[in-house]
């Protein structure tokens, strides 16, 4: 089976544009002519995302109050923008199955936390992200500096591998095989470092060592489109 995918930096506010613009290009121009994906798999459970998506609403205003100066055209593309990564195919592939990577996982405390207060724990991490004190929300004008904020982090994780449990991409791993058949192709959104050539335990490592050809785009601010 034939893998393609897509990695994410899960608190970019731009991503989901630039992965329902790379889910176009290869609806269009797919792995294997005239043949859907069996499915897209995505790093989240559906009752967790279900419970984080409840508030996106919230999430929009509170981001409104703590950073004034964004752009009122900002405020929807961050509401969407959380745990965009789990339900971003559907604007594109409505009817493929979504395989919940994460379904029936015991959350951490860390995760616990974040799940019952995502709204605030994004704006948290953005005003880290970009070392803000709390008289320097009102400078914050564009969403691209949550971007690029956000995978300049992401970049300085990815020096430190040991930083990351990648027990989860072997359980992955598993239910991915269990659905896997001979022809076909497959969607799988997830982290970028779960792509990772550099660390045989990473998603993308395991699946290539098992035969299954793999092809990756990560998704940050450098992305075009045409490198599909």
Partial sequence: MFFCFAGVCHYDPLCRGRLVEWLNRLRNNPPIP??????VAVEWGQEVFQAVKAQRRLFRELAAKTFPSLPAASLPVLERALAFEADAHLEVFPDTKTLWLDEGRQLDASEEAVADDPARDYLNTYEDFLGLSE????????????????WRRAEQWHKDPSAYRFERDRAWLQLILARTRQDGWAIIIVGALHLSKDHQKSLRSLLERGGHPCTAQVLDPRWRPEQC
């Fill in 135 to 150: 008289k320097d929300r009102g400078k914050v004008t564009s969403l691209e500096l949550f971007s690029e904020a956000c």
């Fill in 34 to 39: 005239a043949v859907g994906p069996a499915f």
